[in-house]
């Protein structure tokens, strides 16, 4: 019996499983979710961005169509995240901008609709969440690093993330005027599923 167990729990690791079946010693079967949570992110979230315009200027930013799903382990640790953009959604209050940001030497939307964000390394230092992600944007995936904190706000869970990427590491071109460094800003809301 205990081979059974231990091979249930191995099948159901490798695979990513969260529902396994548990043998019990009438010979039913019950099924265990290993007290993982689910969560999609609330619609009233921000899936931002800024960057300096000038070297002094601001520019800001955020994607209007959004969607994610977020894990936590009984112990309420993140056991993954994930995240999709959809790059016709940028916002930036400027329409000519917005329209540029769409073009080929930036996200190139006709080419690549969607970014995506994945987590691939969690952990937790100092009462911070440290997410490693492959970030797919312009059809590149790098990995970056993001920082950040898990909470309460409004009865929901949050978890506020920040990271710094460089354009030029997913071959975005853009523009003489705007800085090539840009920061991804995540403040998002939770629902439990």
Avoid at 6 to 25: D, H, K, M, Q, R
Avoid at 143 to 163: C, H, N, Q, R, Y
Wanted: glycine share 8%.
């Amino acid at each position: 019996m205990k081979k059974i167990l231990i091979c249930l729990y191995f099948v159901s690791a490798v695979f990513g499983s969260n529902n396994i079946e548990i043998p019990t010693s009438d010979n039913s079967l019950k099924v265990s979710n290993n007290g993982i949570k689910r969560y999609v992110v609330d619609n009233s979230s921000y899936i931002g961005f800024k960057s300096h315009k000038f070297a002094f200027v601001g520019v800001e930013g955020y994607f209007k169509t959004f969607s994610g799903n977020l894990a936590l382990n009984s112990d309420g640790s993140i056991a993954s995240l994930d995240g999709e953009i959809i790059i016709k959604s940028v916002f930036s209050d400027d329409e000519e901008r917005d329209a540029h940001l769409l073009e080929a030497d930036f996200l190139d939307e006709a080419k690549y609709p969607k970014g995506f964000l994945q987590s691939k390394k969690i952990e937790v230092t100092d009462g911070k969440v440290h997410i490693l992600c492959d970030l797919t944007l312009h059809g590149k995936t790098q990995e970056v690093p993001f920082t950040g904190v898990i909470g309460e706000k409004d009865g929901k869970l949050s978890l506020d993330l920040e990271a710094k990427i460089d354009i030029r590491d997913f071959e975005i071109q853009g523009s003489a005027i705007v800085s090539d460094s840009l920061s991804i800003i995540l403040k998002t809301l939770w629902n439990e599923i």
